[in-house]
């Protein structure tokens, strides 16, 4: 297989997951409407900034996406080891 076909075969792949998690945002914002956000259920962790004005309120979740991002590479690695 060329190096064509890989990125024509990740390409695939990445939209079609992109069009799951959509599609799984959609639904979950049709079950819970009146939070305006989508909670996960994921706990602020020390580390994640939250700034809240009167008519702003913004969520970096810096510390949340590195344990996340942590996990998933460890998964990944676990699962793509050949």
Known sequence: M???????RLLLIAGLVL?????LIFVLSRLYP??????LGLPRLPGDILIQRRNLVVFIPIVSALLLSLILTIVFNLLLRR
């Open 19 to 23: 069009v799951v998690a959509g599609g």
């Open 34 to 39: 009146r939070t305006g956000t989508l909670q």
């Open 2 to 8: 060329n190096e064509l076909q890989v990125l024509a």
